[in-house]
């Protein structure tokens, strides 16, 4: 009787306390209150509990007791639940499977899946001609510097928004590799120790998973809104996890189509950097615009090395063009520059000179301007034939840039249900559900508007998963 009374004359008093304090504020340690109320540990730890399921405070393991954020909202409005991605990470969960396992589609399929656009989207006969161009330069089979061409190193730095003032981005900034995969598992095994935390977007780009789970690391999701990742969840999961790395893809995310909010951009760099943490910046996608422009890169406004930027040409040029880069300030390179040199000791030459041929070419812009036309009605074309014949299916968004469409399926549709479905009827699609390093929000797809033939490639396909989902 007498611990009952106690117990809510503690709650009480706390719950007061809550009251004149402002959200993120900490609350006195179990210690404190254990001396100052005359209750034994376990009252204290009952009261705690019981604040935290009123939604007055956030219990962080290691760290205290904070006052939660208040949000003002209708009785019958939704609970925001995003905050049980990061406590949900598990590190037992297996890596997501490559595309080429597979089984090997039917003939005749239509392909909405796959990360690269179709062949006639390719630059074919640029590439062709560069390739020719290299190859008749005299040193074309010389030994190539580890870090990569200096010219190639430039244009890479260019891309990177260097501006050419004071401080600005240049060759010696940069390193180049095989492609972006190739550069991302470099990353993930020199910015962070076997068994450390990786804070990564939920969802994110699977290929980002396996090479973290790779390089032994365990990625922890962040939750995402229409904005974007989202800095309150950020900084909780840094001070949560002591994680000391975070990548993401703030200029088109992969496979939402997410573009991060310019009010946003700054805020998670900040967090990132107040948490010694590096940001690796995915900017896939960065020729993959439906004809507006991307913002600059956050690599472009941080001094400070927080940002480790990286870059590829494979996109939006072709799968076997495997040249990325990764873009850096401080120390940081020359550790990744000895990594790389391990690994392969240089990035075949006649393929960085084809790049610099390419890139340095009138053709290259040619091929941008058509390509982003051709996105941008592919596009539409995928959006319009969805809402047409499939209205219960919701669109997350209409992408700016990239290749994806992201799209939200009814309740009681399974996504693995559907894309099995799908394949059977001659429909590829992704399974929403690989994307995501813990548990799915919600059952979803993602749609690739690039790489069917034509428009009308496009549609045939919707309707085929129409019809699929009448008949079963």
């Known amino acids: 009787m007498y611990e009952s009374s106690s117990a809510e004359t503690l709650l009480t008093s706390l719950r007061s306390e809550v009251a004149g304090l402002a959200p993120g504020a900490r609350l006195p340690t179990s210690r404190d209150l254990v001396r100052r109320h005359g209750v034994s540990p376990v009252t204290v730890a009952r009261a705690f509990a019981a604040l935290a399921a009123e939604g007055l405070v956030v219990t962080r393991p290691g760290s205290g007791t904070y006052v939660a954020p208040r949000r003002a909202r209708e009785d019958d409005a939704p609970g925001d639940t995003s905050w049980q991605a990061v406590t949900l990470a598990d590190t037992r969960r297996p890596a997501p499977p490559v595309e080429n396992a597979l089984p090997e589609a039917p003939a005749g399929s239509i392909s909405l899946a796959g990360g690269y656009p179709h062949p006639s989207l390719q ?12 190859a008749r330069r005299p040193d074309a089979w010389d030994r190539a510097p580890v870090a990569g061409l200096p010219p190639l190193r430039a244009l890479f730095a260019r891309m990177a928004g260097s501006d050419g003032g004071a401080g600005a981005l240049g060759p010696d900034d940069v390193l180049v590799t095989d492609g972006g995969q190739g550069a991302l598992s470099l990353l993930f095994r020199a910015l962070a120790a076997p068994g450390a935390p990786v804070l990564v977007e939920s969802p994110t780009y699977p290929g980002a998973l396996s090479a973290a789970r790779a390089a032994g690391l365990r990625p922890v999701p962040v939750p995402m809104d229409g904005d974007g990742i989202r800095p309150d969840l950020l900084a909780d999961a840094f001070a ?39 940001l690796i910046e995915d900017d896939y996608a960065r020729h993959l615009g439906h004809g507006r422009p991307l913002p600059r890169p956050l690599i472009a406004g941080d001094r400070d090395g927080t940002v480790v930027h990286l870059a590829t040409l494979t996109k939006p040029s072709s799968p076997s063009l495997r040249i990325g880069a990764v873009v850096a300030r401080g120390p940081v390179l020359r550790r990744l520059r000895d990594l790389r040199f391990v690994d392969g000791f240089f990035t075949a030459r006649p393929l960085q000179e084809a790049a610099v041929e390419l890139l340095s070419s009138p053709a290259w812009d040619r091929h941008l301007r058509t390509l982003s036309t051709a996105l941008r009605d592919r596009c539409a074309a995928l959006a319009g034939a969805l809402a047409e014949e499939l209205p219960g299916w919701r669109l997350a968004r209409r992408p700016s840039s990239g290749l994806h469409l992201w799209v939200e399926l009814p309740a009681g ?22 994307y995501f ?16 033939a034509n428009v009308a490639e496009l549609r045939e396909g919707v309707r085929r998963l129409r019809s699929t989902l009448r008949a079963a």
Request: proline share 7%; charged share 15%; aromatic share 4%.
């Open 123 to 134: 630059p074919g006969k640029a590439l062709a001609a560069a390739l020719a161009r290299a």
């Open 240 to 278: 949560m996890t002591g994680a000391r790395l975070l990548y993401c893809q703030p200029s088109c995310h992969n496979p939402t189509g997410t573009v991060l909010a310019p009010e946003r951009r700054g805020q998670i760099v900040d967090v990132a950097r107040a948490a010694g943490a590096f």
């Open 413 to 434: 549709l399974q996504d693995t249900a559907v894309a099995d479905a799908a394949r059977a009827a001659g429909v590829l699609v992704n399974a929403g559900s690989r």
């Open 437 to 452: 390093p813990a548990e799915p929000a919600a059952g979803c797809l993602r749609l690739s508007f690039a790489a069917a």
